[in-house]
Nanobody
Framework: QVQLVESGGGLVQAGGSLRLSCAAS????????MGWFRQAPGKEREFVAA????????SYADSVKGRFTISRDYAKNTMYLQMNSLKPEDTAVYYC???????????????WGQGTQVTVSS
């Protein structure tokens, strides 16, 4: 069993930066792939980024590539999403997730956090 808690959301001006954190509990955290998703008002939840537990390889949605960086600290059982050059269209509730295989599809993730709000003003 893995429990996930996001933090670090807030209000930022366009062009600014935020770092989201996802703290995980559970002894098997290190064996799970991890991902970030987001959901804007009136839209479906979408994939943002993912990181594999074994090799640390990463993948990103085209909309955030070059601006966002996903990472994880195994010693702290924490995953991060560094978000730079933020745009108003990045406004959404951001969720972290854990699963056996990190993909762009929600259904491959078994555990989800409660979400943290990110608002980017123009």
């Amino acid at each position: 069993q893995v429990q996930l808690v996001e933090s670090g959301g807030g209000l930022v001006q366009a062009g600014g930066s935020l770092r989201l954190s996802c703290a995980a509990s559970g002894r098997t955290f290190s064996s799970y792939d991890m991902g970030w998703f987001r959901q804007a008002p009136g839209k479906e939840r979408e994939f943002v980024a993912a990181i594999r537990w074994s090799a640390g390889s990463t993948s990103y949605a085209d909309s955030v590539k070059g601006r966002f960086t996903i990472s994880r600290d195994y010693a702290k059982n924490t995953m991060y999403l560094q978000m730079n050059s933020l745009k108003p269209e990045d406004t959404a509730v951001y969720y972290c997730a854990a699963g056996r295989v990190a993909t762009m599809r929600e259904m491959t993730y078994d555990y989800w956090g409660q979400g943290t709000q990110v608002t980017v003003s123009s």
